[in-house]
């Protein structure tokens, strides 16, 4: 077994090793190459060559010897490490991945990261969004326009952080009432998301006369944009990110009775179930409505339909 590990996913020297060869190619580039051509995004690969990294310091540089339990072994080592459950999944995924691509080599003959029970558990919690006077607060902080209109298009569109710093003045259009938007978005999906907002609309026609047609409409990168979010937060007394104004998108919908199905749509969810959260928010809300007709009940005929704790 390899030696103490950080609590971080970072890359190791050991990634130069050679497993096999696969005509003048490292199997190792095969497989990054491989991702790359299946529409994986760069960050999603760096996610995986830091999983792989994981496993090379763990098990070290030969990978045949790995079975089912040892996978195992594996997993109850990076939760005793404080790996937490989305990361180690996230490993998981990786290296069953990565064991199908040597399976396809013919470099192994089995997958001990296809195994049933082998993910963490992550327990659910209802995202939180933000009230009308926290919002408030949050944009009287922001005195540059950009910035706000970076914040809003978050807020009022569900855009992804990285999604907002990649648009370009074009992928605007502008009709009854309502802004169309053309998102390059995560993994490489294309989608439309709309802003309909009557005052981030007036600031992003603000931002765009000051933007040529081929130009991307904000000068921040990623990073950037998220640490203006924690020094907002932190100067106006409100704790959000930038996940927070997104989710925040998504919850209000869902409470205004949009179907699911719409909702996934404007978020880029690929996968159902990860839109499937805001659904218990709605019946947390039905719940909260019907205790709160029982309690005006009770309160004009003296009997509680309230449930007992």
């Keep these: 077994m390899a030696g103490p590990m950080e609590n971080e ?9 050679t497993w096999g060869r696969k005509g003048n190619m490292d199997l190792l580039e095969s497989w990054f190459m491989e ?10 690969v760096e996610r ?15 990978p045949r010897g ?9 997993r109850r080592f990076l939760m005793s490490r404080g790996y937490s459950p989305r990361t180690i999944n996230t490993v998981i995924s990786a290296l069953s991945n990565f064991f199908d691509f040597l399976m396809e ?3 192994v003959d089995g997958n001990p990261f296809k195994q049933k029970g082998l993910r963490v558990k992550i327990p659910r919690s209802l995202p939180r969004p933000l009230s009308n006077s926290e919002i408030s607060k949050i944009m009287s902080c922001i005195k540059r326009m950009k910035t706000k209109v970076a914040f809003e298009l978050m807020l009022y569109s569900g855009l992804r952080v990285s999604e907002v710093v990649k648009l370009r003045k074009r992928d605007f259009e502008f009709s009854n009432g309502l802004v169309r938007i053309y998102v390059r978005g995560k993994g490489r999906k294309d989608r439309v998301t709309f802003l309909w907002n009557s005052k981030a609309i007036e600031n992003l026609k603000k931002v765009l006369e000051e933007v040529g047609d081929e130009d991307r409409v904000f000068n921040f990168k990623e990073g950037n944009l998220k640490e203006i979010a924690r020094r907002v937060s932190s100067k106006c007394g409100v704790k959000f990110s930038c ?6 998108f998504a919850t209000n919908l869902v409470e205004m009775g949009m179907p699911l199905e719409y909702v996934q ?3 880029g969810h690929s996968n159902p179930s990860t839109t499937q959260v805001y659904a218990e928010i709605r019946l947390k809300k039905i719940e909260e409505f019907i ?11 003296g009997v509680s339909l309230a449930r007992e704790d």
Excluded: C
């Design 105 to 107: 080599e013919g470099f």
């Design 48 to 62: 995986y060559k830091r999983a792989l990294s994981l496993f090379t310091r763990y098990f070290g540089r030969d």
């Design 265 to 267: 749509k404007l978020l």
């Design 291 to 301: 205790l709160s007709l029982s309690n005006k009940r009770e309160e004009r005929s």
């Design 243 to 248: 996940h927070t104004l997104r989710h925040t």
């Design 9 to 17: 996913m970072v890359l190791s020297e050991s990634l130069n090793v």
């Design 66 to 74: 790995v079975d089912p339990k040892k996978a195992r072994e594996f």
């Design 35 to 44: 991702l790359k051509a299946r529409g994986l995004s760069e960050k999603t």
